[in-house]
Structure formats: structure tokens, C-alpha cells
């Protein structure tokens, strides 16, 4: 995938071209199948892609089942910064989703709800999975002291580091990295790899070190997005901003 990325003038521009692309993946599975499962990512990364994405008319919505990447331990679904909160207000009240199956952070047993969040994957495997990369290089909550490229679990209990915390104070989420839960639940590194498709948006100038580590970078766990690499089916949508640090730019 060394050279499967793409550079726009600004993050409209990104955003639009991923949820373009994201859209063709999506009708071409409810042409094959009748249906698409499909993975959402909650940041303010991917606020672009998602405007599109709901504009998009040609997206039979009552034919997809979505999915979300992550969420923080601890937090119910109406609190401000819940990704639940975040992609139904963006996404899911918007457009007539077959079903949007929630990962509850907020369960008292974290254990059993990744457990049953992995066998609602299990029974409709997505086709498609939207990400972005974190400050830190991570993909989902998998930061680097987490990420393992041969997890042998699809959803896991997850211990945020300082830099993935401090990007939710940038993010807008929460006032005071003292205020960011240090839990979450994730979905894995080998079920993104596993999953045909993978739509990346990355925009923005605080994304920039990562992006050239996890295009221009070794291949490691330091860098967890690099292993999109070899995701045959990845595509990473960029900006003049988080493109900047590329030397083949």
C-alpha cells in the first residue's frame, strides 16, 4: 500500500474523496450481497467524510449495519464526549442505518460486552472499515504500548497512554487530560487487516509525524498504523497539512 495515499488541497477536499470512495465500496456490497456492514470511526478527523457520507443519495441506508471502532470505559451514551453520542448526532440520525450497534463502555462487565460486540462482527463481517490515525500513530485506541499486529481478540480492554489522552483535549473532547478516562474498549489491528476494505482520513497538521511514520516509516508496533501497509484494500486520504512531512510529496 506504499503508494495507495492521496493528497488534497484541504480537508473538505480529503473528506469528500474518502467518502466517495467509501461509497462505491458500500453500493457495490448491497449490489453483491444485498447488504453492507460497514465500521465507523469517531473523531473530529473524520467530521468531512461523514457530512458527505450522509449527503450521499446513491447509498441504500436500510441495507447497512454499522458498527463503531471504539468507545471510552465508564462513559454512558449521552455523555459529550461518547463516540456513541458522536456518530449518532454525525451519522446515524440522519440516515436510516439498518441497525447501528452501540460497543458500550459503560458496561459493568467490559469483558463481557467485548465479547458480545466480537460475536455481532462475527454474525455480519464488515466490508468496510473507516479509520483515522491518531497524533500517535494509533488506529482506533491501539496505541503503540498496546498494539499487538497478531492480537488474537477482535475487541479488547485498552489502557490509553499520555499522548493519546492529550489528543482528546486537542480533539475538543474534554476540558483537562486529567478528565480522559484511561480505559476504553477497541477493536483490534488483525480485524481491521482482516476486513476487505479499509477508508483512511487523515487531515490536519497535528497528524503529520504520523502519517510520514506510518507511510515513509519501518513497518512496527511503535507506529501501529504502518502495518496499513500491507492492508491489500487500504486507501488513506490526506490533506496539504497532514501531507507536509512526506519527502516523496
Known sequence: MSHNFFVYPNRRDAGRASAAAASAIIRAAIEKDDAA??????APSQNEFLAALREDASIDWRRVTAFHLDEYAGLPTG??????????ERLMDHVPVAAFHELAGD?????????????????????LVALGIG??????FIDPGECDFDDPRDVRIVHLDG???Q????????????????????????FFMR??????TVPGPAKA???RLAIEGPISTACPASILRNHPGAAIFLDADSAALLGSV
Open 37 to 42: 456492514g460497514v465500521v465507523f470511526a469517531a
Open 107 to 127: 458496561a459493568p462487565d467490559l469483558d463481557a460486552e467485548a465479547d458480545r460486540y466480537r460475536r455481532l462482527l462475527a454474525e455480519g463481517p464488515p466490508v
Open 167 to 190: 489528543q482528546q483535549v486537542h480533539d475538543g473532547a474534554f476540558a483537562r487530560v486529567e478528565d480522559v478516562p484511561r480505559r476504553a474498549l477497541s477493536l483490534t489491528i488483525p
Open 163 to 165: 499522548a493519546c489522552r
Open 135 to 140: 497524533e500517535n500513530g494509533h488506529l482506533a
Open 79 to 88: 455523555h459529550p464526549a461518547s463516540f456513541r453520542r458522536f456518530l449518532r
Open 195 to 200: 476486513t476487505p476494505h479499509a477508508v483512511v
Open 209 to 211: 509525524r504520523a502519517v
